[in-house]
Every structure is written in structure tokens, then in C-alpha cells.
């Protein structure tokens, strides 16, 4: 019977074979970490949580009376802003973050309360850091809540 080292395997080939993963998933407690981070500072003072509900790619919220206008003046001076469309609800599209990609977004009158909500939803995948994608509608929705709630 042959043991591993007479196969060939000799320990430092064995220790690169389990370093590797160890590093590999250190990187990437380091990297959510990071994006966890990043996330608490942009929710900073909007009164949004932080959960795990804020890595899925529709983010929703109700905004108070008359953040919609300021909304809508927040857009239009926003250089992240495009494609705003202000013919009955508005839809808009707002880059999150620093890249090309972006979110699509929509602010809409809920029918049992009559309050209007804003909807963002993540369409387009970015080419970048891993926790982008997932976290751009929830950074933009920080962005979009300072917009509507500022004086």
C-alpha cells in the first residue's frame, strides 16, 4: 500500500492545497465586510436598516408628504440621474455608485394608503467588485431618501 508521500504529494504541496481556500475566503470576509461597511455609512441617518434585506435587488419605501417634488428637483439637478421620465409617475434611472451600471427607479401612489412609495430595482450587472450588484439598489436608495427628505 502506498502512502501520500510515495504518490507524489509531498506537505508543502498539501499546505498550497488547503492554504489556498483559507486565503481565498479570507479575501472574501474581508471584501463583505467592506461592502457591510460601506452600507451602514450610506444608511447613516435615513432611518433604513441595515439587514439582509438591503442585498436584494428591489428596494422599496414610502416617502412623506411633498418628498416627491424635492424628489423630482434632486433629479433634475443630479448629474447620476438619466432617462427621467415625468409624465404621470415618475421613472427614473440613477447611477449608485461610481460605475456605468445603474438602477431603475419609480415613484408610484400606493392605492390602500394613498402615500407615495419609491421603487428601485437593480437591472444592469455591474463589472467590479463582488456585493456591487446586490448593493446598488439599497446605496441608491439612502441616495434617493436624502434627496426626498432634504429641507
Known sequence: MATVADAGLSWP?????VLAPAV????????????HG???HRARGTGI?????ALTAAQERPLPAG????LRAGLAGSGRAYDVVDGGPLEFRWRPLRGPHAVTGCVTVDETSGEPRL?????EAPRGMPGE???SASVA???????AEAE
Do not use: K
Not at 13 to 17: L, N, P
Not at 49 to 53: E, H, L, Q
Not at 119 to 123: A, K, N, V, W, Y
Not at 141 to 147: D, K, N, P, S
Open 49 to 53: 436598516a441595515v439587514t439582509r434585506d
Open 141 to 147: 436608495l439612502c441616495r434617493m431618501t436624502r434627496l
Open 133 to 135: 450588484r446586490t448593493a
Open 13 to 17: 504541496a498539501v499546505g498550497g492545497i
Open 38 to 40: 460601506a452600507l451602514l
Open 67 to 70: 418628498a416627491t417634488e424635492r
Open 24 to 35: 481565498w475566503a479570507l479575501l472574501s470576509l474581508l471584501v463583505a465586510d467592506y461592502v
Open 119 to 123: 421603487r428601485l430595482h437593480t437591472d
